[in-house]
Nanobody, 121 residues
């Protein structure tokens, strides 16, 4: 059974940092690209970042470029999202998802439950 479990969310002040983790199980993690998406209250799903299966290729939404960094540790079946210089508009539930391929296609077959990130003073 495929499972994706996010953690690391919380309440942080504007300008602060958080690191999210996504622990995967039930499939060969190193064979697949992974993604982070987010959904703010009352808004639609927004793609945040992709990382390919090897971790060599990463892409970001313009809204987070230069502030967020995605990485993965295939030995630990874990993907990370380092979020710096957080803004109130980054408030959302952040979820990880498993891509259908080793390269990022933005087509997913599994999602985690998500972790809440709240940026507020």
């Amino acid at each position: 059974e495929v499972q994706l479990v996010e953690s690391g969310g919380g309440l942080v002040q504007p300008g602060g940092s958080l690191r999210l983790s996504c622990v995967a199980s039930g499939f060969t993690f190193s064979d697949y690209a992974m993604s982070w998406t987010r959904q703010a209250p009352g808004k639609g799903l927004e793609w945040v970042s992709d990382i390919d299966s090897s971790g060599d290729i990463t892409t970001y939404a313009d809204s987070v470029k230069g502030r967020f960094t995605v990485s993965r540790d295939n030995a630990k079946n874990t993907m990370y999202l380092q979020m710096n210089s957080l803004k109130p508009e980054d408030t959302a539930v952040y979820s990880c998802s498993k891509d259908l391929s080793s390269g990022a296609t933005k087509e997913y077959d599994y999602w985690g439950q998500g972790t809440q990130v709240t940026v507020s003073s």
